[in-house]
C-alpha cells in the first residue's frame, strides 16, 4: 500500500507462527486462516500512527491534543521501541488475521481490515440488537475467528477483530501475567549473523 519501510512477508515469532498453524488446523471445513500483518518495523508503526494523527485532525478539527491522541491510540499503538513497552507489532507476537472461504477469498467481517471506526470493535457486532442478515454472518465468522485464536493462547486487542496477541505486553496485560515473553525485534541480516560470529567469547 506504499508504505515507506512496509516489508512484503509477514513475519512473526516461531511459537506464533506454530498457534497460527494449529488455528488454520482447527477451522471448519471451508474456511482458511489469512495472516495480514505481523512484524512491523518501527518506521512502519510511526508512519501509520502519524497518519492516522493527522486523519483525525483533519475529521475533528475541535479535538485538542489529548483527545486527538487517545482516537488515533484506539486504532494504532504509539510507536515504541523501549523494552518494557514495545509497539505490539514490532515484537513479532502481534499478528493480524482474517478467515477466508475454500476458494481463497475473504469472508465479510462486518468491517475492513484496519477500519478505524467503531464497527472494527471486536464485540460490535454482539452489541447489535436487531443485526440485518450481512451482519449475522459476520458476526458468526468473527465468533469462529476468535474462538480459535484463543484457543491456542492468543487474546484479543477490543477495539480490533482482527489484531491477537501472543507473548508480547498486550498478552501479558490480558492474561495478567507479571511480564512478556518478547521484546523488540528485528529481522536478522548477514552483517548481523557476521558480527556474531565473530564476537570473542
Known sequence: MGIPGAVPECFVREGVYRRLLAVACSLPPGLGLVVLDGWRPWRVQQYLFDTLFEVMRARHPALDEAALLARTREFVAMPSRDPRAPSPHLTGGAVDVTLCDADGLMLDMGSLFD??????????????????????????????????????????????????????????????????????????????????????P
Open 115 to 200: 477500519e478505524a471506526s467503531s464497527a472494527s470493535h471486536s464485540d460490535y457486532l454482539e452489541r447489535l440488537e436487531a443485526p440485518d442478515t450481512r451482519q449475522r454472518r459476520a458476526r458468526e465468522a468473527r465468533r469462529v475467528l476468535y474462538h480459535a485464536m484463543c484457543a491456542q493462547g492468543f487474546t484479543n486487542l477490543p477495539s480490533e477483530w482482527w489484531h491477537y496477541d501472543h507473548g508480547d505486553q498486550l498478552w501479558a496485560h490480558y492474561t495478567g501475567r507479571p511480564s512478556a515473553h518478547y521484546g523488540p525485534a528485528e529481522l536478522d541480516t548477514i552483517e548481523q549473523r557476521w558480527k556474531r560470529q565473530f564476537q570473542a
